[in-house]
């Protein structure tokens, strides 16, 4: 299973949910960390992906490519993270084939209804179980 990890900024919510996965999940995956820049990658890196890279082209390349893609919301909307995540990576990850994880935060002007304010690491466990139980599915 190939794992896209994308986030940007300063990387934290990827290097937080690279951490859970790691911790975990029983058996080696394939993680890799996607960031809009060098910051949220390297920080990704050092939480534990096995590859990563930076930029628009390495996130739709790898969109296509992925299994499943996690990050924040943010992930799907165009000019979000304060422009860093441009309209061709919210494309190509909304259109991959990728099972998409989207951790329910943004600083976007978008209000999701009907969703739980639950903290980041509630939220990352959640994940884990979804990835667990996607695992022995495969």
Do not use: W
């Amino acid at each position: 299973m190939i794992v896209m990890v994308m986030d940007g900024q300063g990387g934290g919510i990827g290097a937080t949910l690279i951490k859970g996965l790691r911790n975990g999940i029983d058996r080696e995956m394939e993680i890799l960390a996607l960031g809009t820049n060098s910051i949220a990658t390297s920080r990704m890196m050092k939480a534990g992906a096995n590859k990563g890279a930076t930029g628009e082209r390495a996130i739709v390349l790898t969109s296509a490519k992925a299994d499943v893609i996690i990050g924040p919301l943010a992930i799907v909307v165009p000019d979000a993270m304060m422009g860093e995540l441009t309209p061709s990576m919210a494309s190509a990850v909304s259109a991959s084939e990728a099972k998409k994880i989207l951790i329910p935060l943004t600083q976007e002007n978008i209000k999701l209804v009907g969703v739980s304010g639950e903290p980041l690491p509630h939220l990352v466990d959640q994940v884990v179980e979804i990835i667990k139980e996607m695992d022995n599915h495969v």
